[in-house]
């Protein structure tokens, strides 16, 4: 009895502030929506998106996709989904092996897939291009409206008279209002919750008159940011299949890469446009239009296509059941000045991560919205993306995508096997089909490989049984063999050492030299102490191999009574070139538990030289939630609001929510990731400042 108790105990302990009181309610519904989205912006950075996880499409100020050439320098207008990838066709037969490049390592050469330039080998150069394009993301169909002025001629964004855009958290529903030569326009956007589409209601006397259609098209896929192209229309092919009974099915293919897309509409008619370009034509004689679209990897009967008041309901009920479930934070009763804003953003965190980063996939860094890096994801991000999930009771959407791990594990076990090392080892940069992109940085980088056991383990924690360790285990000891091959050992030191060569989760270093990162010891020897433990949970001996690397790995490296950045990087705090990109030895305790071989105090007096002499310009979006987390392990909250809150261009989050970073990366989902993550372990650390400012409630969240 007493051990129920205790196991009772705990639990009420993971969902309840620390401080022993019970949480009081709260009104989810208010706080979600004090964050409806209301916004009169016709700026390229102001565009809203709707979706399921798997699909997002995403709206400017009309509601649709009317004037995607308007937000290309900001935020462009995508339609992208899990499934939807070009596979180019590949003549010259370029392969992985084409590109490899020998480093020393120890007393032996390891091949890397490098990125050659054309001065070097031309060759090489087109394989490496290729390969790191090939597959890409590409963009579905572009759904816009086309309008007319009295005059005949064209509607352009100028047109646009008192616009309004809002956006209902609470039930997932868009509303776009705006006037055209006096005249109001209404368009109600829904994400289709089961299938991957969107759902449409207008409502204007336009449509009375004639002067209005819903206009269809259908681009290029590139592999470029904006992942859509209008020209080059003969190497693609779009067929009208099907019309009938107020249903239209049409085909898309490029290469050997097809999909379909059914569409769902009221009184009409369809019209041939341009090449790839088709009209719906609304019914004169009323003044309401609503059309369904649904876009799918295979052909399916047209009769699948929900109404829009059906959609209108599954919608609602999806969204209110999403923001009921899990974890909640509410700032309303705080009094410092910075806590609305920090609320604000975690609200819309919430909405984005799960449009964009709750698929079958690990998400790419700017999720199902447009393409970065060529619509790849980076799997050491899939941190940033994923482990808030679990934190915040909402375990279901990380699940899935642990799947891919267990899909590439042929391909990363022929990686370690080509470079010498034993188990899996993972890659960085990748698509659906696991192949390592060609760069002179992501193949050198090994934070990534710990990640599926720190996922693994999160799951577990979520369900402690013997189904999450069969389901995982196999792959968590692949993932450790590698880790303790890849730690070399160092005879003269007596010590395993990591590197060279290998570029650490600090970009701004050299794979040929560098030497023992403090993050990636930290994060080895967690990893493999972690994997021992899943043995001992499977019933397994410990394995004696990690134990050696565990004990005799290298120790983190301090000059001065400080943190190195690298055990090669003596004068990590003097030379400026040391000095920017991110601060990773607060990860390691912070994203890591505490440990032994981390001392706190050292630990906080570097952080602390770090605050006037980083570059922090040059910080990325997931840098102040990871230093927000080493504070709240440290008891140190005036640090913990002050990372999360520092005003520079990086820790900006726009007016839909997006963590914005650069010009070309104007929307950066680790960052709204790991601001969530940071939330709810500050939360759980009872760490947010007690000068009376900050009474945070909070409910059912989980530290890391």
Not at 298 to 305: A, G, K, S, T
Not at 418 to 433: D, H, I, L, N, S
Not at 643 to 651: A, D, E, G, H, P
Request: net charge positive.
């Amino acid at each position: 009895m007493v051990k129920y108790f205790l196991l009772w105990a705990l639990a009420w302990m993971c969902i309840s502030p620390i401080n022993g009181q019970k949480a009081p309610k709260i009104d989810r519904e208010k706080l979600v929506k004090r964050h409806n989205i209301s916004h009169t912006e016709i700026t390229p950075f102001s565009p809203l998106s709707v979706g399921n996880g798997k699909f997002v499409f995403t709206a400017d100020i009309t509601g649709l996709q009317t004037f995607p050439e308007h937000y290309e320098q900001g935020i462009p207008l995508g339609t992208q989904s899990d499934w939807g990838w070009h596979y180019p066709l590949n003549p010259r037969n370029y392969k992985l092996s084409d590109i490899l490049k020998p480093y020393q390592v120890g007393d032996r050469e390891v091949k890397y897939a490098w990125r050659h330039s054309m001065a070097s080998d031309t060759f090489k150069a087109k394989a490496s291009d290729w390969l790191r394009e090939s597959p890409h993301r590409i963009h579905l169909g572009m759904i816009g409206l086309e309008m007319k002025k009295k005059d005949q001629s064209p509607v352009s964004i100028e047109d646009l008279k008192n616009s309004k855009q809002e956006l209902d958290l609470w039930m997932g529903r868009m509303t776009s209002t705006f006037e055209i030569e006096g005249q109001p326009v209404k368009v109600e956007t829904l994400g289709n919750p089961n299938l991957d589409g969107i759902s449409v209601q207008i409502t204007s006397p336009l449509v009375e008159e004639g002067r209005l259609k819903v206009k269809i098209r259908f681009p290029l896929g590139i592999p470029q940011r904006l992942s859509y192209s209008f020209t080059q229309n003969d190497q693609h092919r779009s067929v009208l299949l099907d019309k009938r009974n107020q249903r239209v099915l049409f085909s898309h293919q490029q290469d050997n890469d097809l999909y379909y897309i059914g569409v769902r509409h009221s009184a009409g008619e369809i019209q041939a446009g341009g090449t790839h370009t088709w009209f719906l034509v609304p019914d004169a004689k009323k003044s309401k239009f609503e059309c369904s679209l649904v876009f799918s990897q295979y052909d399916f009967p047209l009769n699948r296509i929900p109404h829009h008041d059906s959609i209108r309901i599954a919608n609602a009920q999806f969204w209110s059941r999403f923001w009921k479930s899990g974890g909640a934070v509410d700032f309303s009763q705080c009094t410092d000045p910075r806590a609305k804003e920090l609320e604000r953003r975690v609200v819309l965190s919430q909405y984005l991560t799960r449009i964009n980063c709750a698929g079958t996939l690990p998400p790419q860094e700017t999720g199902l919205t447009y393409n970065s890096w060529n619509g790849k994801f980076h799997l050491e991000m899939h941190w940033w993306h994923g482990v808030h999930f679990p934190m915040w009771q909402r375990a279901e959407y990380l699940r899935p995508q642990m799947a891919y791990y267990k899909r590439i594990q042929q391909k990363a076990k022929a990686t370690a096997q080509m470079q010498g090392y034993a188990g899996v080892r993972w890659p960085k940069m990748t698509g659906p089909e696991g192949d390592e992109s060609p760069s002179g940085i992501g193949p050198f980088l090994i934070w990534q490989q710990p990640h599926f056991i720190y996922l693994a383990e999160l799951l577990y924690q979520d369900k402690p049984n013997r189904a999450t360790i069969s389901q995982y285990q196999d792959l968590v000891f692949a993932t450790a063999e590698f880790m303790a091959s890849y730690a070399r050992w160092d005879e003269k030191r007596q010590q395993y050492v990591l590197g060279p060569a290998l570029i650490p989760a600090q970009e701004n270093f050299q794979p040929e030299t560098t030497m023992n990162p403090p993050f990636e010891l930290t994060y080895w020897r967690w990893a493999l102490r972690t994997a021992q433990e899943w043995r001992k949970r499977a019933g397994l001996a410990p394995n004696t191999q990690w134990q050696k690397v565990i004990d005799q790995l290298a120790p983190l490296a301090t000059r001065d009574g400080l943190y190195l950045f690298a055990e090669n990087a003596t004068e990590s705090y003097l030379d400026s070139a040391y000095l920017h990109d991110h601060p990773m030895i607060a990860g390691t305790y912070g994203m890591l538990p505490p440990s032994p071989e981390v001392d706190p105090k050292i630990l906080e007096k570097s952080l602390d030289a770090l605050w006037t002499k980083w570059d922090w310009p040059s910080t990325w979006g997931w840098d102040y939630p990871m230093l927000a987390m080493s504070a709240a392990r440290m008891k140190r909250p005036d640090w913990v609001v002050d990372y999360l809150s520092m005003k520079t261009v990086k820790n900006t989050y726009l007016t839909n929510g997006h963590n914005y970073q650069r010009f070309d990366l104007s929307i950066y989902l680790p960052g709204n990731g790991g601001l969530l993550a940071a939330v709810a372990m500050i939360c759980t650390q009872d760490a947010w400042p007690k000068d009376g400012n900050w009474k945070v409630k909070w409910e059912k969240l989980r530290s890391l």
